[in-house]
């Protein structure tokens, strides 16, 4: 079973960056398309980027769409989701998870279709 850790989050201002990292324990984790997901007090789980295993197809919500860049490094096992020009309402705790098929090639919007959630990372944004 692939773990994954999430990491980087923290209490910034608008207007500043964060990245954050998700981490697997298993090399299978390059096999996968990666998400990241975020839910806010009161709101809904929601999507926010995805990307495919090679890296090469990326999504992304609305919101978040040239602010937030995913990212990964197979070799590093590793999925960044660089956050620029943050919002206060980007505050969230902030979780990676895995693809439950292999065969998942965009990355899909539905938290349903992943599995192995990571324990999350707090990011706050202060006005």
């Known amino acids: 079973q692939v773990q994954l850790v999430e990491s980087g989050g923290g209490l910034v201002q608008a207007g500043t960056s964060l990245r954050l990292s998700c981490e697997a324990s298993?090399?299978?984790?390059?096999?996968?398309?990666i998400g990241w997901f975020r839910r806010a007090p009161g709101r809904e789980r929601e999507f926010v980027a995805g990307i495919g295993q090679k890296g090469d197809i990326t999504d992304y919500v609305d919101s978040v769409k040239d602010r937030f860049t995913i990212s990964r490094d197979n070799d590093k096992a590793t999925v960044y989701l660089q956050m620029n020009r943050l919002k206060p309402e980007d505050t969230a705790m902030y979780y990676c998870?895995?693809?439950?098929?292999?065969?998942?090639?965009?990355?899909?919007?539905?938290?349903?279709?992943?599995?192995?959630w990571g324990q999350g990372t707090q990011v706050t944004v202060s006005s």
């Open positions: 998870a895995k693809g439950r098929s292999r065969y998942m090639l965009r990355p899909s919007h539905d938290a349903n279709d992943y599995q192995n």
């Open positions: 298993d090399v299978l984790f390059k096999l996968y398309t």
